[in-house]
T-cell receptor, first 112, second 114 residues
Framework: DGGITQSPKYLFRKEGQNVTLSCEQN?????MYWYRQDPGQGLRLIYY???????QKGDIAEGYSVSREKKESFPLTVTSAQKNPTAFYLC???????????FGPGTRLTVL | AQSVAQPEDQVNVAEGNPLTVKCTYS??????LFWYVQYPNRGLQFLLK??????LVKGSYGFEAEFNKSQTSFHLKKPSALVSDSALYFC????????????FGTGTRLLVSP
């Protein structure tokens, strides 16, 4: 999982609560990403960031928010507006245009 | 729009036999193509990529993939499967233009029996 950490590994949320998932990388990568993984649907892009203080919505951004105040960190907040947040969340980073994305170990979020 | 199809939800193969996991793609222009593997409750691990050059790409753990532009395919192969290869495999494509968003297929579960 090379240089990308995600915490916590498991997270339980009550309905109506906001929760924040942490993603930290020490690879000095500029670009960072958040994906959601649901069974049988592959990975879907939530948000991405190419540089500090800049981020863009992906395909399923509704109900989520992010910040990119430091190069190393790209936290994801799952808000109460996300109606079906139970999923496996993956953070990734990429060095430059030609390179692959490196993934963190993931956070499994369950809504109680 | 970019898209990736992995037509098989599951592939079963006996240990020692060759394996193929299929992937076809749709993208404007020339693609960047990737294969990743995922073990249960883990993140994705990079296996190999095609950027340009030789159509046969060799990657980690003895895997290789063949880029076929005319058939828009990028099938993953291994000459001799191991039980430890059992996992979920994802193909992904990236457009060379713009931000180059990665689009993933829905994944293929590989089961290698002893």
């Amino acid at each position: 999982d090379g240089g990308i950490t995600q915490s916590p590994k498991y997270l339980f949320r009550k309905e109506g609560q906001n929760v924040t998932l942490s993603c930290e990388q020490n690879l000095n990568h500029d670009a960072m990403y958040w994906y959601r993984q649901d069974p049988g649907q592959g990975l879907r892009l939530i948000y991405y960031s190419q540089i500090v203080n800049d981020f863009q919505k992906g395909d399923i951004a509704e109900g989520y928010s992010v910040s990119r105040e430091k190069k190393e960190s790209f936290p994801l907040t799952v808000t109460s507006a996300q109606k079906n947040p139970t999923a496996f969340y993956l953070c990734a980073s990429r060095a430059d245009t030609y390179n692959e994305q490196f993934f963190g170990p993931g956070t499994r979020l369950t809504v109680l | 729009a970019q898209s990736v199809a992995q037509p098989e939800d599951q592939v079963n193969v006996a240990e020692g036999n060759p394996l193929t996991v299929k992937c076809t793609y749709s993208v404007s222009g020339n693609p960047y193509l990737f294969w990743y593997v995922q073990y249960p409750n883990r993140g994705l691990q990079f296996l190999l990529k095609y950027i340009t050059g030789d159509n046969l790409v060799k990657g980690s753990y003895g895997f290789e993939a063949e880029f076929n532009k005319s058939q828009t395919s990028f099938h993953l192969k291994k000459p001799s499967a191991l039980v430890s290869d059992s996992a979920l495999y994802f193909c992904a494509v990236r457009d060379r233009r713009g931000f180059q968003k990665l689009v993933f297929g829905t994944g293929t579960r590989l089961l290698v029996s002893p």
